[in-house]
């Protein structure tokens, strides 16, 4: 039942040996078994991708409620005995990823080494409940009503160009400033990226576009680089603030305020040790955050 599905979220029997960590045929040995106790198909398979079947499509959510049951059910047993153990798969994104959420969580693995945590970092929008995970963590909005979402810490952003670019291109003192200047920004925000908090509501910006990119690594090394200015978080670009490669510009108004969210899908009760690391990540990352630097 784990095989068939892992097949179903993952698309692919090489995906779904991936998640599961065996080898091809061994996940399709078991998918084929499944399918034979239970009397049918539950896939299409083809040359690029399996699809589901409707026999298929009816059995993957009692299959996904079953797997999910039977996890918590050794979980809790184990947590009966103090003890936090089981599988975790987390998505996250790269950079806050790599530079935070992972020095943050090293101690909380070595204190409860039977927890198994699979953490995948990728600045795509990923779905959590078609892509297999017990939680996601995003910055910035989150929509989806399909989604239960804890606030992990406040997420302040800057305005920061390059000491450089500001001397070659003056320094802007007000939004209609900044419509003059060239700008770094994330591909999938548009617009709504450069949003501004005013005393009428809230007002967007629409810069000269230097550069987009779905990576905040790339936009902050552009806007040290000098090419324009960027609208980025204090966990991105604390430590270049701090450096003096980036200085922050004040026009008077402050961006709209952002939080990074842990979210879980709707329906299922999240179990001790995804609630553990939640409190765990609220203690470690502070309020206000450790990573913003210490300006005005």
Request: glycine share 8%.
């Amino acid at each position: 039942m784990a095989a068939f599905v892992a097949v179903a979220e993952g698309g692919s029997i090489s995906e779904a040996a991936r998640r599961l960590r065996l080898s091809k045929s061994v996940v399709s040995e078991r998918l084929a078994d499944l399918e034979r106790s239970l009397g049918g198909a539950l896939v299409h398979r083809s040359t690029r991708r399996l699809t589901l079947t409707e026999d298929g499509g009816a059995f993957l959510d009692r299959a996904r409620h079953i797997l999910h049951e039977v996890t918590e059910a050794a979980a809790d047993m184990a947590e009966r005995r103090g003890t936090l153990s089981g599988a975790l798969r987390i998505a996250a994104p790269v950079t806050f990823g790599r530079m935070h959420l992972g020095p943050a969580l090293y101690p909380f693995l070595a204190e409860h080494p039977a927890i198994e945590l699979t953490l995948d970092l990728d600045d795509r929008r990923v779905d959590a409940t078609s892509g297999g995970y017990d939680a996601i963590i995003r910055h910035g909005p989150i929509s989806d009503s399909r989604l239960v979402v804890w606030t992990l810490a406040p997420s302040r952003r800057y305005l920061v160009a390059a000491p450089d670019y500001l001397d070659r291109h003056g320094v802007p003192k007000t939004l209609e400033d900044l419509e003059a200047h060239r700008s770094m920004s994330y591909a999938y925000r548009g617009i709504a990226d450069w949003l501004f908090e005013t005393p009428e509501g809230g007002v967007s910006v629409r810069a000269q576009v230097a550069l987009r990119s779905n990576n905040g690594d790339m936009l902050r090394d552009a806007a040290i680089a000098g090419l324009g200015i960027a609208l980025l978080p204090g966990f991105i670009v604390g430590e270049a603030m701090r450096a003096g490669s980036l200085v922050a510009i004040d026009i008077g108004v402050q961006p709209a305020a952002e939080f990074i969210y842990m979210a879980h899908p709707a329906g299922r009760n999240p179990s001790a040790k995804l609630r553990a690391i939640v409190e765990h990540l609220r203690a470690r990352f502070g309020n206000p955050p450790y990573w913003d630097p210490p300006i005005s």
